[in-house]
């Protein structure tokens, strides 16, 4: 355990727990503590909604350990260093990350507490590693973003498909691909206030672009390089799996972390890994046909939200507004299904990441939380894996690896060699 704050008050503070995704966490962490001990409290900027949201937690949970409420506001330092300063971790469900995110991290950094988000914003991303990824390595300090569906399944499935292949093989797959099978599920107005706030930025700034086009933009500057990728936006028939493909909206974004993660752990699955995601329609006429109308949908979206217009228009009459998500039943009854495949000495090897939540919702507040819990109660054992790192601007594998996909296999979100 990290010596600085083995003594804080709190194991946990949930900081955004009046959001959207902020509440099912604090749903997930109360359900918890009524199995495993967890000191934790809730932390937003509105007083009045957390005391709402305390009631709540306690009315459905009345055998949970009731968290404690601190607020604190993204601009105000003061109040988010007080804050970092009585917890092992902070768990932050605030976003778009790029608008609120940047002075928490730094209060993190300086406060030497551990850190997990759900930001799949890759231009703020990039930016918090060149601020703070040197201070927070020197001080031991763990920031991990991307804890959620993006990019816990793309990243621990890849370190579990590798650790199988070494184990198996004595050699890493030279390539992965990651198939997303199936999901249901719906999106809330956190998610789309982060994608809009991305497009925004990309029309003020090139760098913006640059930043979310290059396939090694999170690895460390003298790492950015490595064997040409297959494309972000991959369609068409995928000989490996003897089926069509569509893009996956989130491949540009996990692309990267499974890259970062790679070059964080010293090249573990090798310097010449080829990695890429799409998403599986079907086999036959009827894939083909999928494939085709998918991706047409796909580069449509894309193009409404490149345009001022469209994207406001999209925004005023469609999108969900912040604070609201999928209803209740969905989350239920959603589900997502991903299989990762390599190849070595080929023998072809499988793992799927799973899970009978949806997705971006109930399945995260899954990774989240448990991310979160791992942060700050299991570091023992993360220390003892000899490719995690003790500090620095990190990703879900080279932070915690097995020791959270263990923690996932026991909490609904199954990662396993098939
Ligand atoms: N990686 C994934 O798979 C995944 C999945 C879900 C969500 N996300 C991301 O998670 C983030 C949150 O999504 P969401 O749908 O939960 O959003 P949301 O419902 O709008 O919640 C945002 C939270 O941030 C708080 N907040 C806003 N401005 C703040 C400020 N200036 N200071 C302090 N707190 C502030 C809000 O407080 P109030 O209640 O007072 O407004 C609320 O608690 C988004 O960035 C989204 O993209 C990622």
Redesign the pocket.
Known sequence: MNKTTSSRQFDVVLW???????KLTAQYLAKTSTSEPLSWAIA???EQ?LQTLQKELQDEFPDATAPEIIV????DLPSLKAMAKQTKVICS?????AK?GTPLVQACVEEQTDYCD???EVQWMKDVIEKFHEQASEQNVRIVH?C???SIPSDLGTLHLQLHAMKQHDAPAKEVRLFVQSASGGL????M??MINLFEEASQNKDVIRTAMHPYSLNPPEKRHGPTQLSDNRYGHDDLINSWVAPFFMASVNTRVVRRSNALMDDIYGKDLRYSEAMITAKGAKGALASTAITGAFMAFGTTMAIKPTRKLLQKHVLPK??E?PSEEKIVNGHFSCLLVGEVDSDKIKVKVSANRDP??GA?AIMLAESAICLAKDRAKTAKLDYTLDGGILTPASAMGEVLIARLNASGVRIEVK
Do not use: I, M, Q, W
Request: proline fraction near 5%; aromatic fraction near 16%; hydrophobic fraction near 25%.
């Open positions: 955004g727990a009046t959001g959207f995704a902020g937003a900027r509105n909604k604190a506001e993204s601009f469900t605030v976003g778009p990350y609120y759900l930001t799949g991307t959620g569906f993006d809330s107005g956190g998610t206030a982060s912040p604070g998500g971006g919702y995260t």
